[in-house]
Antibody, heavy 121, light 111 residues
């Protein structure tokens, strides 16, 4: 199992951005994918999760409306998108595969290496 | 501010044992299984423990987890310099729309 994330990005405030996470080594459509934000020197923040088979998406309240998660199961890829970046979006973004059989068995078993997003004027 | 509280830091000498606590509530730890992650400096998090006390393949048995009511614990025995990292707990939470949450994180320092 591998999750390959797109490369680092440097953007200006107000610009748009879409980063990606491509899975291999397993049936991509059958596992939830989570997006996790980590600001410099801070902890892990779950932004939300998406089920690639039907694109069912659940956002954390603090993230709702600020980003869009999507997935294309035909190319085994999940996306995280911003329409108007802010300086506060500067962070490392990880995608991770949710390994539990149900949300009660809550764990992410495989992680991408992360995409560093820097937003600066 | 995470709903799962961990001590900011713990430390011990090589060979000793450290215990990291993760305190939650009935809507998260009290109702769901707990997982633990290790994040070495400059790297992505790695799953250490899932379903409270199970280890993925390749994780040494020096790492063990447990859960009681609304709290969970990660023990690291035989501490090694390579264990110096940040450790995060995580669990489901039915009160949150994304379905889960990570703890605030604990920095383990090997003296």
């Amino acid at each position: 199992v591998q999750l390959e994330q797109s490369g680092a990005e440097v953007k200006k405030p107000g610009e748009s951005l879409k980063i990606s996470c491509t899975g291999s080594g397993y049936h991509f459509a059958d596992y939830w994918i989570g997006w996790v934000r980590q600001r410099a020197g801070k902890g892990l923040e779950l932004m939300g999760v998406i089920y690639p088979d039907d694109s069912d998406t659940r956002y954390s309240p603090s993230i709702q409306g600020q980003v869009t998660m999507s997935a294309d199961k035909t190319i085994r890829t999940a996306y995280l998108q911003w329409s108007s970046l802010k300086a506060s979006d500067t962070a490392m973004y990880y995608c991770a595969r949710f390994g539990g059989a149900r949300f009660g068995n809550w764990y992410f078993d495989f992680w991408g290496r992360g995409t560093l997003v820097t937003v600066s004027s | 501010q995470s709903v799962l509280t961990q001590p900011p830091s713990v430390s011990a000498a090589p060979g000793q044992t450290v215990t990291i606590s993760c305190s939650g509530s009935s809507s998260n730890i009290g109702s769901n299984y707990v997982s633990w992650y290790q994040q070495l400096p400059g790297t992505a998090p790695k799953l250490l423990i899932y379903d409270n006390n199970k280890r993925p393949s390749g994780i040494p048995d020096r790492f063990s987890g447990s859960k009681s009511d609304t709290s969970a614990t990660l023990d690291i025995t035989g501490l090694q310099t390579g264990d110096e990292a940040d450790y995060f707990c995580g669990t489901g939470d039915y009160s949150l729309s994304a379905g889960g949450v990570f703890g605030s994180g604990t920095k383990v320092t090997v003296l």
